[in-house]
């Protein structure tokens, strides 16, 4: 069954919430699990190693836990002014702040911060949930998808990088993917201009999904889930995708759909 990308339900801020609790147990049972050399292996985001990718989740976690907190992290943190993305200045700190501390300090931090957060951001009201973020959207959009999206792309930057086995389910997982793909066709909806294309999903999570409304599409992309993530969250580069990916019909089509299938993570 093809699947209309752009006709994906919207999440709902209740749905949100229980995506948010399933994807901490998740990333804490990931986080419990690791030993020795995990904690510096490399990962996709090439500043960090493990340990520096976990001080960002338990310090983005702590920022939930108070107002307080989340501005001294996201308004007062000399570190914003100096970063070309205010994004960085703001994972510098968490990061920072974390270097001293052991790895099981880290591992509670998060352990004890995630439920914390996933409450305060469920409680959060609806008018403050309309309040726009630069680069973002608004505060809604930034709680309900960005946050847990960044979870689970950073589980699997860990698995990868420590040979973890991912723990995937189409009702959790695909619907994270989903989202993803629900945010590419509202991004691409105006610049297709006539293109249609076609996305078979493959791997650990499979599906068909359709950008554009030709009954004939211009190309069919055949990619794996994973690739399909690195790319959006532009961890590889439209060159790495496309030698991952299988075309059929119009390459120029295909690099362009590559190129521009990107969305915040």
């Not at 990962?43 to 338990?58: F, G």
């Not at 570190?79 to 270097?99: H, S, T």
């Amino acid at each position: 069954m093809v699947r209309k990308a752009g006709d994906i339900p919207p999440v709902a801020h209740a749905e949100a919430g229980q995506q948010s609790r399933i994807e901490f147990e998740r990333v804490l049972a990931l986080l419990e699990s690791l030993e020795g050399d995990d904690w510096q292996q490399q990962t996709y985001c090439t500043e960090w190693a493990v340990r520096e990718m976990v001080a960002h989740l338990a310090g983005s976690m702590t920022g939930s836990t108070s107002l307080s907190e989340f501005l001294r992290q996201n308004v007062r943190n000399p570190y914003i002014k100096e970063a070309e993305n205010p994004v960085d200045g703001v994972n510098r700190l968490q990061v920072e702040e974390r270097a001293s501390k052991t790895t099981a300090e880290i591992i509670d931090e998060f352990r004890q911060s995630g439920p914390v957060a996933i409450r305060n951001r469920q409680k959060l009201p609806w008018l403050v949930r309309q309040v726009p973020v630069p680069g973002v959207g608004n505060f809604g959009y930034l709680m309900d998808i960005i946050y847990p999206r960044d979870e689970w792309m950073h589980r699997y930057d860990i698995c990868v990088a420590t040979g973890k086995k991912m723990v995937i389910t189409p009702e959790h997982d695909g619907r994270l993917t989903d989202l993803v793909l629900l945010d590419i066709a509202k991004k691409l909806k105006k610049p297709l201009t006539g293109r249609t294309i076609v996305l078979q999903i493959t791997g650990a999570l499979t599906g068909t999904y359709q950008f554009g409304s030709k009954a004939e599409p211009d190309c069919t992309l055949e990619i794996d889930l994973f690739d399909l993530h690195l790319r959006a969250s532009e961890r590889i580069s439209v060159d790495d995708a496309r030698r991952r990916t299988a075309v059929s019909g119009d390459e120029a089509a295909a690099r362009w759909f590559l190129s521009n299938a990107t969305v915040l993570y």
